[in-house]
């Protein structure tokens, strides 16, 4: 299992990283992150019977308000990335008490071959454990991007049909 002490040896060692937070849960542990900008948390799930070592790593994506679309239209956003996401990353659309549009994107590894605690070398584990949070980080980005070019084309689409209809 991999414990959050590790986690932070390894994003210190990542350029542009910096630690923001740590906080002890009852059951979970995690740390929150910034990589060039973005604010990242980890968290570390409790085993089940499928794996030992669980990593859950999310992102809020707040969108820009020239970007005027509704909440049924997130929905719909939500919805079909969930389903045709290229990444195992899961999106939960949520409304701020300003009406802003956030989505909470999560990224969940379940380690199923038990492979870091075959790893007794600490060099070798921090390097895999920077690996396998650089790869959910890049999936994390390609889900944004699909929420971002999925929510240009809705306004682009209403744009049009605006355009048609003389407004």
């Known amino acids: 299992m991999i414990t959050i002490s590790e986690i932070k040896k390894a994003?210190?060692?990542?350029?542009?990283?910096?630690?923001?937070?740590?906080?002890?849960k009852e059951k979970e542990e995690s740390v929150t992150f910034k990589?060039?900008?973005d604010s990242y948390t980890v968290f570390l799930l409790p085993e089940n019977?499928?794996?030992?070592t669980n990593i859950k790593i999310t992102k809020l994506i707040?969108?820009?308000?020239?970007?005027?679309?509704?909440?049924?239209?997130?929905?719909?956003?939500?919805?079909?990335?969930?389903i045709t996401n290229?990444?195992?990353c899961k999106l939960i659309n949520l409304r701020a008490p300003d009406n802003k549009v956030i989505f909470l994107i999560n990224n969940t590894h379940t380690d199923?071959?038990?492979?870091?605690?075959?790893?007794?070398?600490?060099?070798?584990?921090?390097?895999?454990i920077i690996i396998l949070i650089l790869g959910m980080i890049v999936q994390i980005a390609i889900t944004t991007e699909e929420i971002l070019e999925m929510a240009?084309?809705?306004?682009?689409?209403?744009?049009q049909v605006d355009d048609k209809n003389g407004k």
């Open 112 to 128: 199923i071959l038990d492979s870091m605690d075959k790893i007794s070398n600490e060099e070798s584990r921090l390097s895999n």
């Open 62 to 82: 707040r969108f820009m308000d020239s970007l005027n679309i509704s909440n049924d239209e997130c929905t719909l956003i939500e919805n079909s990335l969930n």
């Open 49 to 52: 019977e499928l794996s030992k």
């Open 152 to 159: 240009k084309k809705i306004v682009d689409d209403k744009k």
């Open 11 to 24: 994003l210190l060692r990542l350029s542009e990283t910096e630690i923001i937070s740590q906080d002890n």
């Open 35 to 37: 990589k060039n900008g």
């Open 86 to 88: 290229k990444t195992p």
